[in-house]
Structures are given as C-alpha cells and as structure tokens.
C-alpha cells in the first residue's frame, strides 16, 4: 500500500460510521442518545487514564528524572495553553464548524451548537492521542499502516455513537483527521526519522490530560477549550530535550 493510506482509510471509517450514527440517531429518543453520549464520555476517560500512565514509562523516567515527568507535562499545559489561546484555537475550529454547517445544512442555533460540537469533540478525540501520532509517524516512515487501521476501527465505532447523538458534525471530523494525519505522515516521510522513545511518553501522557478535557465536555461537566490547549502536545517533547539538555 501507498503512504498515507492509513489516514485514507481513517476518514473512510469516520465518513460511514458517521452516516450510519446518523441513520440510527434519528430513530433513538433524546434521553437514549445522551447516555450514548455519557458511555463514550467514560471510556474517553479510561482511554486517558491509559495514555497518562505513560508518565511510567522507562525511557521517560530515564531520561528527565522520576520527580520530573509530571512538571514536563505541567510545564507543556501551561505553555501549550497560553500559546494556544493567544491563537484562538478553540474558537477557530468553532467557527470551521459553524461554516462547515452553513453550507452543508441549514438550522436553528441549537442545530448549529450541536454541529459544531459534534465537530469539535470528534475532531479532538479523533486526533488527539498516541496511535494517530506514532501510526502517522509509522506510516510516513514506510513501516506499515497497522496502528493506523487500528485507529480506524475504534474511530469508526466511536463516529457510530457520536453521530448517532451529535449529528452531522461528527463526518466533518473527517476533514480534520485528513488534515492532522496527513501533515503528520508527510513530516515523517520528510524527516525520515521518529522521535526518541522518552519524547513520544511525553506526548502521550499530555495527549491523555487533553483528552480528559474532551471526557469532561462530553459528560457535560465543563466545556473546558480543549482545543486551545493542543500545542502542549508540540511544547512536551521540547521540555523534554531542554531538561536532558540541562542535566
């Protein structure tokens, strides 16, 4: 297969899963669709819990320290967080939202709220987390698309539930995911190389506080500006360097 057919198939498996959510959306009650939406809000949580385990791992302790795992992915929050709100992240993928629905339907604003945020939680869940950077970075690097049609399967089944509850909003995640793994797979294929094993840890274990940002907006606790806080992923294995470098 061709690099970059692991995100092919990726937004394959949103673009259905996310038309048969759809399907099936429309004949569930509303009180049905938001405990669907609560499940996927906890396994968000579980899978988060998983991904800052990382803060365990070997070649991360090795490299910064045992006391220093958790100030890296402070420091990579916080950094992450003023960076990416002087961007307005959050409120540019908003309004991607807002335009994608405008022309692809039409609503009232209830209708344009749950658009948007059918786009904006799946595109954070979708591609936020360590298989779409190491299964990009893999594929990229010629060395096969595996984690990347693993992803696609749990993205798949996942864009089933969301869509199911959020509508429409969930297969214009798609365009996202093209985006991210795809820029990702071609800095791999340019590069030629992966990152050390301590610097991809760090990523993880901040991909998984962001995605606990994601579980709590879905489970409706706080609608915390997950997406203002994604540059924390490129900020983690900077502090990670800058402390090897400084010890």
């Not at 937004?11 to 759809?22: P, Q, R």
């Not at 939406?37 to 968000?44: I, N």
Request: hydrophobic share 55%; net charge neutral.
């Amino acid at each position: 297969m061709f690099r970059g057919f692991g995100t092919v198939l990726n937004v394959a498996t949103v673009l259905v899963g996310s038309g048969i959510g759809v399907l099936i959306g429309h004949r569930l009650p509303t009180r049905t669709r938001d405990v669907v939406t609560d499940a996927l809000g906890l396994v968000t949580l579980l899978v988060a819990g998983l991904n800052v385990a990382a803060l365990l791992d070997a070649e991360l302790i090795a490299a910064v320290g045992d006391d220093t795992t958790v100030l890296v992915v402070l420091g990579s929050m916080l950094v992450g967080g003023i960076v990416g709100s002087l961007m307005r992240i959050e409120a540019r993928l908003e309004s991607v939202g807002g335009a994608l629905q405008a022309r692809l339907g039409s609503g009232g604003s209830e209708t344009r709220e749950r658009f948007i945020e059918g786009f904006v939680s799946a595109s954070l869940l979708f591609c936020v987390g360590p298989l779409t950077i190491l299964g990009s970075l893999s594929d990229g690097l010629g060395r096969g698309y595996d984690q990347l049609a693993l992803k696609s399967v749990l993205d798949g089944f996942a864009s089933v539930a969301f869509a199911a509850s959020l509508g429409w909003g969930v297969a214009a995640s798609a365009l996202t995911v093209l985006v991210v793994q795809g820029s990702l797979t071609a800095l791999a294929y340019g590069l030629g190389g992966l990152l050390p094993d301590a610097h991809i840890a760090a990523i993880t274990a901040t991909g998984g506080l962001l995605l606990v940002g994601v579980a709590l907006r879905l489970l409706r606790v706080k609608p915390l500006p997950v997406g203002d806080l994604l540059p924390a992923l490129v900020v983690a294995p900077v502090l990670v360097q800058l402390v090897i470098f400084l010890r």
